[in-house]
């Protein structure tokens, strides 16, 4: 579920004046479940700031921290989901100060015994095999291009004609495609700590039992897509039918369909025939895991 209040939570546009002003509002009390929502849909990008910064400050407190990419996403999408909870929580928190709650809320979470877990059932071999999948994808486009191999079993080809590519894009697929077979999917699971013998036993998992094993890698999938796709907040919103098809007919948002539609089964599943220009009457895609590459 995606609170309305949370989709834009970019903070390009957001001048220093505003980001004052805003965060003074923040700062006082406010009385009713309206003028909470009301008041914090104005400061997201100031409010996804200060979650995320703490989370730095815990990490780096707690010797967890690192100069790069991977930990700036993880710090990123730790402070959205905290916005998250904050946002649900303050309606029925009401009178409060905003900014200080947000406080509060990750402060709390942060003083749990497991404050990173966000979903038990990701300790499963298949719930660790899809974790460490998606969140490769999160920083590494060839984990990100190959997440439509894994989940839906489509090949370069396919996922250039889905996604509406042309030219260069286009061709940047199939090296996004050799460079995960020739080495980024074994490294991912050498990271993750998944053995030879479990990639086995769960493919053997998926070939006897394909229904069941494919339900539980969907149920998962979404688990996994919804915490990871915070990890870019321009690319997060989910688009209507209407603005996918005008992104694929106008050709712009490259960038943006090859982030959202490999991490939102929902919109990958609404957008999926737009690439195709009515060329044939296609079957909706379904999940069909494939474990190896
Ligand atoms: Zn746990
Ligand atoms: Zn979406």
């Known amino acids: 579920m995606t609170p309305t209040g949370i989709r834009y939570i970019s903070s390009r546009e957001q001048t220093m004046q505003d980001r004052t002003g805003a965060l003074g509002r923040l700062e006082q009390v406010v009385s009713t479940p309206e003028e909470f929502e009301r008041v914090v849909s104005q400061a997201l990008p100031i409010l996804l700031e200060r979650a995320t910064n703490s989370t730095k400050r ?41 900014l200080f709650l947000l406080d509060a809320v990750v402060a709390k979470q942060h003083s749990r015994p497991e404050p990173f877990c966000y979903h038990p059932d990701l300790l499963t071999p298949l719930g660790r095999l899809i974790d460490g999948l998606v969140s490769r994808a999160a920083i590494s486009r060839d984990a990100l291009i190959a997440v439509y191999y894994h989940c839906f079993g489509l090949g370069p ?36 700590g998944i053995t030879e013998c479990e990639v086995q036993d769960l493919c053997s998992q998926l070939q006897r039992h394909p229904q069941p094993s494919n339900s539980e890698a969907e149920r998962i999938i979404r688990i996994a897509q919804s915490h990871y796709r915070k990890s870019e907040p321009d690319h997060y919103p989910c688009l209507s039918r209407r603005q996918w098809e005008e992104m694929f007919l106008e050709g712009y948002g490259s960038d943006y369909r090859i982030w959202h539609l490999a991490l939102c089964l929902d919109c990958f599943t609404a957008a999926w025939d737009l690439g195709f220009r009515g060329a044939a009457a296609i079957e909706k895609p379904r999940v069909e895991f494939h474990v190896r590459p």
């Open 58 to 98: 815990f990490l780096r407190e707690t010797g967890q921290w690192c100069d790069d990419v991977a930990h700036e996403k993880f710090a990123l999408r730790w402070g959205a989901e905290y916005l998250e909870q904050f946002f649900i929580a303050g309606r029925s928190e009401v009178p409060c100060r905003p």
């Open 157 to 192: 080809g396919q996922v250039i004609t889905v996604l509406g590519l042309t030219g260069p894009a286009g061709q940047r697929i199939y090296k996004n495609f050799k460079r995960w077979r020739d080495s980024g999917w074994q490294r991912t699971m050498d990271d993750m």
